[in-house]
């Protein structure tokens, strides 16, 4: 995922120094993502994220930061998931106690 947007900004990169050296680009055409610090044309942003100044992530950086946040989410209900099986478990094995005291 790195070395695909690591690709990504460096033909962002090499775009943005071909427009600036053909004369149709400026300086201000050149941002700045706030997370990975590269210097990108604003094709790279979405409308939300240039509206929001300097505090702005480009694409992939936002594309990083879901995938991360989805793979915690997964791991988070996984964890749940196995508490639930081993309570059910130690209700199997005893009983006369409820899962909810076996937990505690």
């Given at each position: 995922a790195e070395a695909l947007a690591e690709r990504e900004q460096a033909a962002a990169r090499k775009k943005s120094e071909a427009g600036a050296s053909a004369g149709q680009s400026s300086e201000s055409d050149v941002l700045t993502c706030a997370c990975c610090k590269c210097e990108m044309s604003p094709e790279n942003f979405s409308r939300k994220q240039l509206s929001k100044g300097d505090a702005r992530r480009c694409t992939n950086c936002l594309a990083d930061a879901d995938r991360q946040a989805r793979a915690a989410e997964t791991e988070k209900a996984?964890?749940?998931?196995?508490?639930?099986?081993e309570a059910a478990r130690a209700a199997e094995r005893d009983p006369s106690k409820s899962a909810a005291e076996k937990l505690a």
């Open positions: 996984a964890v749940k998931l196995e508490a639930a099986r």
